[in-house]
Protein backbone atom coordinates (compact mmCIF):
# COMPACT_ATOMS: atom_id res chain seq x y z
CA UNK A 1 0.00 0.00 0.00
CA UNK A 2 2.58 2.32 0.70
CA UNK A 3 4.93 1.88 -2.33
CA UNK A 4 1.88 1.91 -4.24
CA UNK A 5 0.97 5.67 -2.99
CA UNK A 6 5.09 6.35 -3.59
CA UNK A 7 5.17 5.57 -6.95
CA UNK A 8 1.80 7.55 -7.64
CA UNK A 9 3.76 10.54 -5.79
CA UNK A 10 6.38 10.15 -8.14
CA UNK A 11 4.05 10.75 -10.83
CA UNK A 12 2.66 13.99 -9.45
CA UNK A 13 6.31 15.50 -8.08
CA UNK A 14 7.48 15.32 -11.94
CA UNK A 15 4.80 17.24 -13.04
CA UNK A 16 5.64 19.97 -10.92
CA UNK A 17 8.81 19.66 -8.93
CA UNK A 18 8.46 22.09 -6.17
CA UNK A 19 12.69 21.42 -5.20
CA UNK A 20 13.73 22.26 -8.77
CA UNK A 21 11.63 25.48 -8.72
CA UNK A 22 12.65 26.74 -5.50
CA UNK A 23 16.42 25.97 -6.45
CA UNK A 24 15.69 28.20 -9.47
CA UNK A 25 14.39 30.75 -7.38
CA UNK A 26 17.80 30.44 -4.59
CA UNK A 27 20.06 30.49 -7.56
CA UNK A 28 18.83 33.55 -8.79
CA UNK A 29 18.81 35.43 -5.36
CA UNK A 30 22.04 34.47 -4.35
CA UNK A 31 23.19 35.45 -7.74
CA UNK A 32 21.39 38.71 -7.18
CA UNK A 33 22.73 39.62 -3.47
CA UNK A 34 26.92 38.71 -5.41
CA UNK A 35 27.57 35.80 -3.63
CA UNK A 36 29.83 32.82 -5.60
CA UNK A 37 28.25 29.52 -7.39
CA UNK A 38 29.66 27.19 -4.35
CA UNK A 39 27.14 29.33 -1.64
CA UNK A 40 24.68 27.95 -4.17
CA UNK A 41 25.87 24.51 -4.70
CA UNK A 42 25.53 24.07 -0.72
CA UNK A 43 22.27 25.52 -0.17
CA UNK A 44 20.56 24.16 -3.38
CA UNK A 45 20.12 20.46 -1.14
CA UNK A 46 19.63 19.75 2.43
CA UNK A 47 22.86 19.14 4.40
CA UNK A 48 21.33 15.87 5.60
CA UNK A 49 18.12 13.50 4.44
CA UNK A 50 17.29 10.27 6.88
CA UNK A 51 14.59 8.36 5.08
CA UNK A 52 13.25 5.90 8.06
CA UNK A 53 11.04 2.66 7.80
CA UNK A 54 8.60 2.68 10.69
CA UNK A 55 6.16 -0.75 11.52
CA UNK A 56 2.99 0.02 13.06
CA UNK A 57 0.86 -2.63 14.16
CA UNK A 58 -2.51 -1.73 12.91
CA UNK A 59 -5.74 -2.58 14.29
CA UNK A 60 -6.67 -5.61 12.19
CA UNK A 61 -3.70 -7.33 13.28
CA UNK A 62 -1.41 -6.82 10.19
CA UNK A 63 2.05 -4.82 10.53
CA UNK A 64 2.49 -1.92 7.63
CA UNK A 65 5.37 -0.49 7.44
CA UNK A 66 5.78 3.42 6.29
CA UNK A 67 8.07 5.41 4.77
CA UNK A 68 9.35 8.49 6.99
CA UNK A 69 11.48 11.64 5.86
CA UNK A 70 13.59 14.36 7.63
CA UNK A 71 15.56 16.97 5.95
CA UNK A 72 17.95 19.38 7.54
CA UNK A 73 18.78 21.91 4.72
CA UNK A 74 21.62 24.03 6.27
CA UNK A 75 22.69 24.20 10.42
CA UNK A 76 24.92 26.85 10.38
CA UNK A 77 22.96 29.64 11.71
CA UNK A 78 21.43 27.21 14.40
CA UNK A 79 19.36 23.85 15.28
CA UNK A 80 17.41 23.41 12.25
CA UNK A 81 13.43 23.63 12.62
CA UNK A 82 10.05 22.45 10.72
CA UNK A 83 6.90 20.63 10.93
CA UNK A 84 6.02 17.19 10.24
CA UNK A 85 4.03 16.08 7.64
CA UNK A 86 1.53 12.97 7.85
CA UNK A 87 0.15 12.86 4.05
CA UNK A 88 -0.51 10.14 1.40
CA UNK A 89 1.34 12.65 -1.08
CA UNK A 90 4.55 13.27 0.99
CA UNK A 91 7.54 12.72 -1.57
CA UNK A 92 11.22 12.74 -0.38
CA UNK A 93 11.31 15.76 -2.74
CA UNK A 94 8.91 18.00 -1.03
CA UNK A 95 10.21 17.44 2.29
CA UNK A 96 13.65 18.80 0.80
CA UNK A 97 11.77 21.79 -0.83
CA UNK A 98 9.90 22.36 2.61
CA UNK A 99 13.32 22.34 4.55
CA UNK A 100 14.66 24.90 2.13
CA UNK A 101 11.54 26.92 2.69
CA UNK A 102 11.94 26.43 6.43
CA UNK A 103 15.85 27.98 6.26
CA UNK A 104 14.03 30.94 4.25
CA UNK A 105 11.25 31.67 6.41
CA UNK A 106 13.90 31.92 9.79
CA UNK A 107 15.75 34.12 7.61
CA UNK A 108 12.81 36.53 6.77
CA UNK A 109 11.40 36.61 10.58
CA UNK A 110 15.36 36.96 11.61
CA UNK A 111 15.25 33.43 14.01
CA UNK A 112 18.12 31.66 15.18
CA UNK A 113 17.57 28.54 13.24
CA UNK A 114 18.52 26.94 9.89
CA UNK A 115 15.42 24.93 7.75
CA UNK A 116 14.63 21.48 8.85
CA UNK A 117 11.09 19.62 7.68
CA UNK A 118 9.38 16.00 8.19
CA UNK A 119 7.10 13.93 6.54
CA UNK A 120 5.23 10.26 6.66
CA UNK A 121 3.73 9.14 3.77
CA UNK A 122 0.14 7.57 5.62
CA UNK A 123 -3.71 9.31 5.63
CA UNK A 124 -4.14 9.84 9.23
CA UNK A 125 -7.69 10.17 8.01
CA UNK A 126 -8.04 6.35 7.69
CA UNK A 127 -6.28 5.81 10.62
CA UNK A 128 -7.43 4.91 14.45
CA UNK A 129 -6.24 6.77 17.35
CA UNK A 130 -3.83 4.51 18.38
CA UNK A 131 -2.26 3.49 15.10
CA UNK A 132 -1.70 7.69 15.09
CA UNK A 133 0.40 7.13 18.08
CA UNK A 134 2.12 3.97 17.25
CA UNK A 135 3.02 5.61 14.09
CA UNK A 136 4.14 8.93 15.95
CA UNK A 137 6.45 7.32 18.44
CA UNK A 138 7.70 4.98 16.32
CA UNK A 139 8.69 7.45 13.93
CA UNK A 140 10.58 9.47 16.92
CA UNK A 141 12.10 6.41 17.72
CA UNK A 142 13.37 6.47 13.71
CA UNK A 143 15.00 10.16 13.20
CA UNK A 144 16.09 10.40 17.57
CA UNK A 145 19.88 10.31 16.80
CA UNK A 146 19.08 13.87 14.59
CA UNK A 147 17.03 15.85 16.32
CA UNK A 148 16.60 17.53 19.61
CA UNK A 149 16.41 20.83 21.27
CA UNK A 150 19.20 22.14 20.46
CA UNK A 151 19.92 20.11 17.09
CA UNK A 152 16.48 19.80 15.45
CA UNK A 153 13.66 20.87 16.30
CA UNK A 154 10.15 19.51 14.79
CA UNK A 155 6.62 21.41 14.80
CA UNK A 156 3.24 20.35 13.46
CA UNK A 157 2.25 20.74 9.68
CA UNK A 158 -0.36 19.37 7.54
CA UNK A 159 -2.39 16.75 9.42
CA UNK A 160 -0.74 16.73 12.44
CA UNK A 161 -1.27 18.44 15.49
CA UNK A 162 -0.64 19.33 19.16
CA UNK A 163 -1.86 15.16 20.26
CA UNK A 164 0.71 13.98 18.03
CA UNK A 165 3.28 16.37 19.22
CA UNK A 166 2.45 15.66 22.77
CA UNK A 167 3.13 11.72 21.94
CA UNK A 168 6.31 12.70 20.30
CA UNK A 169 7.67 14.81 23.05
CA UNK A 170 7.22 11.75 25.48
CA UNK A 171 8.57 9.51 23.62
CA UNK A 172 11.75 11.42 22.96
CA UNK A 173 11.73 12.46 26.45
CA UNK A 174 11.36 8.90 27.42
CA UNK A 175 14.57 8.02 25.15
CA UNK A 176 16.63 10.74 26.72
CA UNK A 177 15.48 9.63 30.36
CA UNK A 178 14.60 13.52 30.27
CA UNK A 179 11.86 15.97 30.43
CA UNK A 180 12.31 17.56 27.09
CA UNK A 181 9.62 20.03 26.45
CA UNK A 182 12.12 22.05 23.92
CA UNK A 183 12.43 18.84 21.32
CA UNK A 184 9.25 19.95 19.53
CA UNK A 185 7.04 22.88 19.43
CA UNK A 186 3.14 23.10 18.85
CA UNK A 187 2.70 21.23 21.91
CA UNK A 188 -0.39 21.15 24.19
CA UNK A 189 -0.55 24.06 27.02
CA UNK A 190 -0.10 22.12 29.49
CA UNK A 191 2.65 20.71 27.84
CA UNK A 192 4.58 23.56 27.59
CA UNK A 193 3.15 25.06 24.67
CA UNK A 194 2.94 28.57 23.63
CA UNK A 195 -0.45 30.99 24.33
CA UNK A 196 -0.90 31.57 20.59
CA UNK A 197 0.70 28.69 18.89
CA UNK A 198 -2.49 26.87 17.40
CA UNK A 199 -3.73 30.57 15.72
CA UNK A 200 0.04 31.49 15.02
CA UNK A 201 0.66 31.04 11.31
CA UNK A 202 -3.17 32.13 10.19
CA UNK A 203 -2.34 35.56 12.61
CA UNK A 204 0.65 36.37 10.56
CA UNK A 205 -0.85 35.74 7.26
CA UNK A 206 -3.61 38.11 9.12
CA UNK A 207 -0.72 40.66 9.26
CA UNK A 208 0.40 40.34 5.72
CA UNK A 209 -2.69 40.59 4.56
CA UNK A 210 -3.64 44.03 5.95
CA UNK A 211 0.10 45.35 5.16
CA UNK A 212 -0.51 43.99 1.59
CA UNK A 213 -3.68 45.75 1.47
CA UNK A 214 -2.74 49.13 2.23
CA UNK A 215 0.35 48.92 -0.19
CA UNK A 216 -2.71 48.54 -2.69
CA UNK A 217 -5.33 50.67 -1.48
CA UNK A 218 -7.96 48.13 0.05
CA UNK A 219 -10.20 48.63 2.85
CA UNK A 220 -10.61 45.63 4.96
CA UNK A 221 -13.83 46.34 5.99
CA UNK A 222 -15.96 44.97 3.17
CA UNK A 223 -13.07 43.45 1.20
CA UNK A 224 -13.93 40.00 -0.56
CA UNK A 225 -12.09 37.08 0.70
CA UNK A 226 -11.52 33.58 -0.41
CA UNK A 227 -9.76 31.09 1.32
CA UNK A 228 -8.40 27.56 -0.08
CA UNK A 229 -8.07 24.96 2.72
CA UNK A 230 -10.01 25.28 6.16
CA UNK A 231 -7.25 23.51 8.04
CA UNK A 232 -5.16 25.22 10.85
CA UNK A 233 -4.23 28.34 8.57
CA UNK A 234 -7.40 27.94 6.64
CA UNK A 235 -9.93 27.91 9.52
CA UNK A 236 -8.50 30.53 11.81
CA UNK A 237 -7.56 32.79 9.13
CA UNK A 238 -10.92 32.94 8.30
CA UNK A 239 -12.32 34.01 11.29
CA UNK A 240 -9.49 36.81 11.87
CA UNK A 241 -10.59 37.95 8.61
CA UNK A 242 -13.95 37.98 9.22
CA UNK A 243 -13.63 39.67 12.67
CA UNK A 244 -11.45 42.04 10.84
CA UNK A 245 -15.21 43.31 8.50
CA UNK A 246 -13.95 41.42 5.41
CA UNK A 247 -16.70 39.43 3.67
CA UNK A 248 -15.40 36.15 3.17
CA UNK A 249 -17.33 34.25 0.38
CA UNK A 250 -15.41 31.45 -0.30
CA UNK A 251 -13.76 28.46 1.94
CA UNK A 252 -13.29 24.98 0.47
CA UNK A 253 -11.67 21.78 2.23
CA UNK A 254 -10.07 18.53 0.23
CA UNK A 255 -13.78 17.45 -1.03
CA UNK A 256 -15.11 21.10 -2.73
CA UNK A 257 -15.59 24.42 -2.26
CA UNK A 258 -18.49 26.58 -0.49
CA UNK A 259 -19.42 30.11 -2.58
CA UNK A 260 -21.77 32.91 -1.14
CA UNK A 261 -20.82 36.09 -2.62
CA UNK A 262 -22.76 37.67 0.77
CA UNK A 263 -20.53 36.15 3.02
CA UNK A 264 -20.56 32.65 4.46
CA UNK A 265 -21.58 31.78 8.31
CA UNK A 266 -17.60 31.68 9.71
CA UNK A 267 -18.45 30.97 12.99
CA UNK A 268 -20.95 28.19 12.10
CA UNK A 269 -18.71 26.66 9.79
CA UNK A 270 -16.12 26.62 12.49
CA UNK A 271 -18.25 24.68 14.64
CA UNK A 272 -19.13 22.46 12.02
CA UNK A 273 -15.93 21.30 10.75
CA UNK A 274 -13.70 18.10 11.93
CA UNK A 275 -10.52 18.04 13.10
CA UNK A 276 -8.90 17.53 9.40
CA UNK A 277 -10.25 20.39 8.28
CA UNK A 278 -13.21 19.32 6.29
CA UNK A 279 -16.61 20.83 6.27
CA UNK A 280 -18.18 20.75 2.99
CA UNK A 281 -19.30 17.17 2.91
CA UNK A 282 -22.31 18.62 5.03
CA UNK A 283 -23.49 20.51 2.05
CA UNK A 284 -24.99 19.74 -1.53
CA UNK A 285 -24.39 23.12 -2.96
CA UNK A 286 -20.70 22.75 -3.23
CA UNK A 287 -18.38 24.71 -5.98
CA UNK A 288 -14.63 23.09 -6.81
CA UNK A 289 -11.52 24.12 -5.75
CA UNK A 290 -10.44 25.20 -9.36
CA UNK A 291 -13.97 27.57 -9.74
CA UNK A 292 -12.86 28.93 -6.27
CA UNK A 293 -9.27 29.85 -7.05
CA UNK A 294 -11.08 31.79 -10.20
CA UNK A 295 -13.57 33.66 -8.07
CA UNK A 296 -14.12 37.22 -8.36
CA UNK A 297 -12.46 38.74 -5.19
CA UNK A 298 -10.48 41.16 -3.55
CA UNK A 299 -8.03 39.16 -1.76
CA UNK A 300 -7.23 35.27 -2.54
CA UNK A 301 -5.54 32.79 0.42
CA UNK A 302 -4.85 29.31 -1.09
CA UNK A 303 -4.77 27.57 2.44
CA UNK A 304 -3.96 24.03 1.45
CA UNK A 305 -1.81 22.32 -0.63
CA UNK A 306 1.40 23.03 -3.55
CA UNK A 307 0.98 23.93 -6.91
CA UNK A 308 -3.13 25.21 -6.33
CA UNK A 309 -2.01 28.22 -9.03
CA UNK A 310 -0.39 27.43 -12.10
CA UNK A 311 0.28 28.77 -15.94
CA UNK A 312 -3.29 26.74 -16.50
CA UNK A 313 -5.57 28.75 -14.02
CA UNK A 314 -3.05 32.36 -12.86
CA UNK A 315 -4.87 34.00 -16.47
CA UNK A 316 -8.43 33.21 -14.54
CA UNK A 317 -7.29 34.86 -10.60
CA UNK A 318 -9.33 37.75 -10.34
CA UNK A 319 -7.82 38.66 -7.37
CA UNK A 320 -6.05 41.78 -6.50
CA UNK A 321 -3.78 40.46 -3.79
CA UNK A 322 -2.68 37.01 -3.50
CA UNK A 323 -1.32 35.88 -0.07
CA UNK A 324 0.11 32.10 0.24
CA UNK A 325 -0.80 30.59 3.62
CA UNK A 326 0.01 27.57 2.31
CA UNK A 327 3.83 26.05 1.15
CA UNK A 328 4.19 26.73 -2.59
CA UNK A 329 0.66 27.03 -4.01
CA UNK A 330 1.87 29.32 -6.85
CA UNK A 331 4.28 27.89 -9.36
CA UNK A 332 7.17 29.62 -10.85
CA UNK A 333 5.21 30.14 -13.90
CA UNK A 334 1.96 31.37 -12.23
CA UNK A 335 3.78 33.83 -10.13
CA UNK A 336 5.90 35.49 -13.00
CA UNK A 337 2.19 36.01 -15.01
CA UNK A 338 0.41 37.13 -11.66
CA UNK A 339 3.39 39.73 -11.02
CA UNK A 340 2.73 40.81 -14.65
CA UNK A 341 -0.81 41.06 -14.42
CA UNK A 342 -0.33 43.68 -11.35
CA UNK A 343 -1.57 41.15 -8.88
CA UNK A 344 0.52 41.41 -5.15
CA UNK A 345 1.29 38.52 -4.45
CA UNK A 346 2.51 38.06 -1.06
CA UNK A 347 4.96 34.40 -1.29
CA UNK A 348 4.66 31.27 1.51
CA UNK A 349 7.82 32.00 3.08
CA UNK A 350 6.73 35.75 4.29
CA UNK A 351 2.99 35.10 4.65
CA UNK A 352 3.29 31.93 6.79
CA UNK A 353 6.19 32.29 8.87
CA UNK A 354 4.27 33.37 11.73
CA UNK A 355 3.57 29.68 12.60
CA UNK A 356 7.62 29.41 12.95
CA UNK A 357 8.11 32.39 14.66
CA UNK A 358 5.64 31.60 17.88
CA UNK A 359 7.31 28.24 17.88
CA UNK A 360 10.52 29.89 18.13
CA UNK A 361 8.87 31.49 21.01
CA UNK A 362 7.65 28.40 22.74
CA UNK A 363 11.06 26.94 22.58
CA UNK A 364 12.35 29.93 24.15
CA UNK A 365 9.77 30.07 26.97
CA UNK A 366 10.80 26.26 26.57
CA UNK A 367 14.52 26.69 27.28
CA UNK A 368 13.96 29.93 30.10
CA UNK A 369 10.97 27.44 32.27
CA UNK A 370 9.43 31.18 31.76
CA UNK A 371 5.87 31.56 30.16
CA UNK A 372 4.73 34.75 28.17
CA UNK A 373 0.63 35.72 27.85
CA UNK A 374 -1.05 36.10 24.42
CA UNK A 375 -0.92 39.38 24.82
CA UNK A 376 2.85 39.42 24.97
CA UNK A 377 3.13 36.75 21.79
CA UNK A 378 0.69 38.50 19.56
CA UNK A 379 2.70 41.94 20.35
CA UNK A 380 6.13 39.77 19.44
CA UNK A 381 4.66 38.57 16.74
CA UNK A 382 2.84 41.70 15.07
CA UNK A 383 6.63 44.06 15.27
CA UNK A 384 8.50 40.60 13.58
CA UNK A 385 6.13 40.16 10.65
CA UNK A 386 5.35 44.30 9.68
CA UNK A 387 9.26 44.47 10.21
CA UNK A 388 9.64 41.49 7.91
CA UNK A 389 7.14 42.68 4.98
CA UNK A 390 8.59 45.73 5.13
CA UNK A 391 11.68 44.49 4.22
CA UNK A 392 10.49 42.18 1.68
CA UNK A 393 8.62 44.47 0.07
CA UNK A 394 11.23 47.48 -0.17
CA UNK A 395 13.53 45.15 -0.99
CA UNK A 396 10.84 44.05 -4.01
CA UNK A 397 10.82 47.66 -4.79
CA UNK A 398 14.35 48.95 -4.91
CA UNK A 399 15.38 45.80 -6.46
CA UNK A 400 12.82 45.67 -9.13
CA UNK A 401 12.39 42.10 -8.34
CA UNK A 402 9.03 40.16 -7.55
CA UNK A 403 7.89 39.79 -4.11
CA UNK A 404 8.93 35.68 -4.27
CA UNK A 405 12.92 36.80 -5.08
CA UNK A 406 12.84 39.87 -3.06
CA UNK A 407 11.72 37.24 -0.23
CA UNK A 408 14.40 34.17 -0.93
CA UNK A 409 16.99 37.47 -1.34
CA UNK A 410 15.71 38.19 1.85
CA UNK A 411 15.72 34.63 3.70
CA UNK A 412 18.84 33.01 2.24
CA UNK A 413 21.49 35.94 3.43
CA UNK A 414 21.93 34.73 6.83
CA UNK A 415 22.45 30.90 6.34
CA UNK A 416 25.13 32.29 3.61
CA UNK A 417 26.53 34.44 5.69
CA UNK A 418 26.80 32.23 8.62
CA UNK A 419 28.42 29.55 6.55
CA UNK A 420 30.67 31.50 5.29
CA UNK A 421 31.75 32.62 9.25
CA UNK A 422 31.93 29.26 9.81
CA UNK A 423 34.48 28.93 7.11
CA UNK A 424 32.65 25.82 5.16
CA UNK A 425 32.51 27.95 1.97
P1 LIG B 1 -4.43 21.19 7.89
O1 LIG B 1 -4.12 19.77 7.74
O2 LIG B 1 -4.89 21.68 9.21
O3 LIG B 1 -5.54 21.62 6.79
C1 LIG B 1 -5.36 21.40 5.44
C2 LIG B 1 -6.62 21.85 4.72
O4 LIG B 1 -6.39 21.72 3.30
C3 LIG B 1 -7.86 21.02 5.04
O5 LIG B 1 -9.01 21.83 5.04
C4 LIG B 1 -7.91 20.02 3.88
O6 LIG B 1 -9.22 19.52 3.64
C5 LIG B 1 -7.44 20.92 2.75
N1 LIG B 1 -6.93 20.14 1.62
C6 LIG B 1 -6.17 19.02 1.65
N2 LIG B 1 -5.97 18.58 0.40
C7 LIG B 1 -6.60 19.45 -0.43
C8 LIG B 1 -6.77 19.53 -1.83
N3 LIG B 1 -6.26 18.61 -2.65
N4 LIG B 1 -7.49 20.57 -2.33
C9 LIG B 1 -8.03 21.51 -1.51
N5 LIG B 1 -7.91 21.47 -0.18
C10 LIG B 1 -7.21 20.45 0.34
O7 LIG B 1 -3.12 21.95 7.41
P2 LIG B 1 -2.62 23.41 7.82
O8 LIG B 1 -1.74 23.27 9.00
O9 LIG B 1 -3.75 24.36 7.82
O10 LIG B 1 -1.66 23.72 6.59
C11 LIG B 1 -2.17 24.21 5.35
C12 LIG B 1 -1.00 24.79 4.56
O11 LIG B 1 -0.38 25.82 5.34
C13 LIG B 1 0.11 23.79 4.23
O12 LIG B 1 0.69 24.12 2.99
C14 LIG B 1 1.10 24.02 5.34
O13 LIG B 1 2.42 23.60 4.98
C15 LIG B 1 0.99 25.51 5.48
N6 LIG B 1 1.49 25.99 6.76
C16 LIG B 1 0.90 25.61 7.94
C17 LIG B 1 1.43 26.07 9.13
C18 LIG B 1 0.82 25.73 10.46
O14 LIG B 1 1.32 26.22 11.48
N7 LIG B 1 -0.26 24.96 10.51
C19 LIG B 1 2.55 26.90 9.13
C20 LIG B 1 3.11 27.29 7.92
C21 LIG B 1 2.56 26.81 6.73
Request: net charge negative; with cysteine; glycine share 8%.
Amino acid sequence: MAAETGADNQALEEKHDVLKSTQTVIHKALEKLGYPEEVYELLKEPIRMLTVKIPVRMDDGSVKIFTGYRAQHNDAVGPTKGGIRFHPNVTEKEVKALSIWMTLKCGIVNLPYGGGKGGIICDPREMSFRELEALSRGYVRAISQIVGPTKDIPAPDVFTNSQIMAWMMDEYSRLRENDAPGFITGKPLVLGGSHGRESATAKGVTICIREAAKKRGINLEGARVVVQGFGNAGSFLSKFMHDAGAKVIGISDAYGALYDPNGLDIDYLLDRRDSFGTVTKLFDNTISNKELLELDCDILVPAAIENQITEENAHNIRAKIVVEAANGPTTLEATQILTDRGILLVPDVLASAGGVTVSYFEWVQNNQGYYWTEEEIDEKLEKVLVHSFESVYNTSETRRVDMRLAAYMVGVRKSAEASRFRGWI
